[in-house]
């Protein structure tokens, strides 16, 4: 009978047939280990030399890695093996052959696995990180669903821009400029007036020329809009959903997440309230002693590090190239080197930027926005979710509500997530007079006739109302512990990368 890998628990002792991958292969001479996936999971696939597996004994010994394979056998729990299961194959059909498969179990340079990514999320890792991108999608629909929210799509053209001019990406279209979307905010803002509570959700685009291990040019985000709501209303729908989406990966992908080294622990501890700070409290803790202890901190374990690296380096080169050192040896030694230089890579830029961050901390201007190395240490020094509201008014987007006690202020957060995640999500009131509105549109220099349809929002029966945006990648990033957001998405878009 057909069976998924994932549901072999429910054939023990019976005869199945698998349809797959070769993963990898194995064999002692007189038995052919095959790890076979499927998409479900993995099943070691055991063809032992036998007058009953003659026909293809030898076929099984050369198959290439990833040829597609049908098998059928008797199927056996084994706690030992991968996935808890083995297959006793009395049956093997090659399917379609592959031969020279370019991603062996040998290490590559990012660059090569990014440009094979259509072969690239075969490998174990990056089926792991994908299944849970399914589940945050799963997750984020079916949160705004259950509660009352109708989702409404926006459009991907847009006339101008949602989110700042500096980073639209400009299409002709049919000889007129338009604009790929940088947010659906304003369109959601106009559906909450009809259904009072809405979401959307899709790609947005940004022509951001930076080439950081937080932005893509082309990223999915999700936003809801709520009509009658003040900024603690939006700020505790944020923290709500957040904490739904952790505890529902938590709850479905432990063994994803435990194979991707995150420590469940620090998962489960994600539970409401998050912590809560203004954007002046931000810059006290900037200023203050915990944010250099931290950055200090981490040159003296950083620069240890690098040291016990580059040792580590030069003895297993050595060790590798000495004479009569076997293969499988000899493989595993370069292997470990090659990570061992990655890290290297990484810490030598982290370490070359810390002196950079501290004088950046220390001497932050009230005024300006919160870096991507500001919002790293206030992480870092927050073991929940930490909310930053009131930033000021003039560098946050136009439409955000001023606040009715300091006019330098706006009604805004940002969710910044711990360990050094950063921002997961951007938020606001939304300024609801039809007035202060217009001034702000023009304080920004946008030209008005662009936003009248946005605008008139204010005229007929404008209320209170606000919302956020969560960038799903990042939120992904941190969930698994990535260190890049380029593997959270199938087909990552960034500066420089739109192959294949
Ligand atoms: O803070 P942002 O720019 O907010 C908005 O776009 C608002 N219109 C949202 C709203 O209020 N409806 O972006 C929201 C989130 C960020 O917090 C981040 O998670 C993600 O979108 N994001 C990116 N993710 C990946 N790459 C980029 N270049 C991103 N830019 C923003
Ligand atoms: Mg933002």
Redesign the pocket.
């Known amino acids: 009978m057909k069976a998924a890998i994932k549901d072999l628990s429910q054939h023990v002792g019976k005869e199945v047939t698998l349809e797959g991958w070769l993963y990898n292969r194995r064999d002692s001479g007189k038995i052919a280990f095959l790890v076979v996936r499927d998409g479900t999971g993995l099943c070691q696939c055991v063809v032992a030399k036998a007058p009953e597996t003659e026909g293809f004994f030898d076929t099984a010994r050369r198959l290439g890695q990833e040829t597609a394979i049908r098998l059928t056998g008797m199927c056996r729990a084994n706690e030992k093996q991968i996935g808890g299961h083995e297959v006793d194959v009395t049956a093997l059909e090659v399917v379609g052959e592959s031969q020279d498969y370019p991603i062996t179990p040998k290490p590559h340079g990012i660059d090569f696995l990014f440009k094979n990514r259509h072969l690239h999320f075969r490998s174990r890792r990056q089926w792991h990180i994908l299944r849970v991108r399914a589940t945050v999608i799963d997750e984020i629909r079916s949160y705004f669903n259950r509660n009352g929210y109708t989702l409404i799509d926006t459009p991907i053209f847009a006339p101008a821009a949602?989110?700042g001019a500096q980073t639209l990406f400009e299409v002709d279209y049919f000889g007129e400029p338009v604009y790929m979307a940088?947010?659906g905010?304003l369109y959601v803002e106009t559906a909450c007036m009809a259904f009072g509570k809405v979401y959307c959700f899709g790609p947005t685009f940004?022509a951001?020329k930076s080439k950081t291990r937080?932005?893509?040019?082309e990223?999915w985000?999700v936003?809801p809009?709520i009509a009658y709501a003040d900024l603690d209303t939006v700020v505790a729908v944020a923290e709500d959903f957040v904490h739904s989406i952790a505890q529902r990966v938590l709850r479905d992908h432990k063994e994803d997440l435990e194979f991707l080294g995150r420590d469940l622990s620090f998962l489960e501890s994600i539970q409401k309230p998050f912590a809560r700070i203004t954007y002046d409290e931000a810059v006290d803790i900037l200023h203050g002693d915990k944010a250099r202890e931290l950055l200090e901190n981490d040159l003296t374990t950083k620069t240890a590090r690098i040291e016990e690296l580059n040792k580590a380096i030069t003895e297993k080169e050595a060790e590798s190239t000495a004479q009569g050192v076997k293969q499988w040896k000899k493989d595993k030694l370069i292997a470990e080197v090659a990570e061992h230089r990655d890290e290297l890579a990484d810490l030598e830029e982290e370490v070359k930027n810390i002196p950079h961050h501290m004088e950046l901390a220390k001497n932050f201007k009230w005024g300006k926005d919160l870096g991507g190395s500001d919002e790293t240490i206030i992480s870092r020094l927050h073991e929940r979710p930490c909310f930053v509201t009131h930033y000021p008014r003039d560098v946050k987007?136009f439409y955000m509500k001023k606040n009715e006690t300091d006019d330098r202020l706006c009604n805004n957060f940002?969710l910044l997530a711990p360990q050094g995640y950063g921002?997961?999500?951007?938020?606001?009131q939304r300024e609801d007079s039809y007035d202060e509105l217009m001034a702000q549109i023009n304080r920004h220099e946008l030209d008005p006739a662009d936003y009248a349809w946005y605008t008139d929002l204010r005229k007929y029966g404008s209320v209170p109302h606000g919302?956020?945006?969560?960038?799903v990648?990042?939120?992904i990033a941190w969930l698994c512990g990535l260190k890049h957001?380029r593997e959270t998405i199938p087909f990552p878009r960034m500066m420089g990368r739109f192959y294949p």
């Open positions: 949602g989110e940088q947010t905010q940004r951001e937080r932005h893509l040019t990223f985000m936003e809009e987007a940002d921002e997961i999500i951007g938020g606001s919302g956020f945006g969560l960038g990648e990042r939120t957001i």
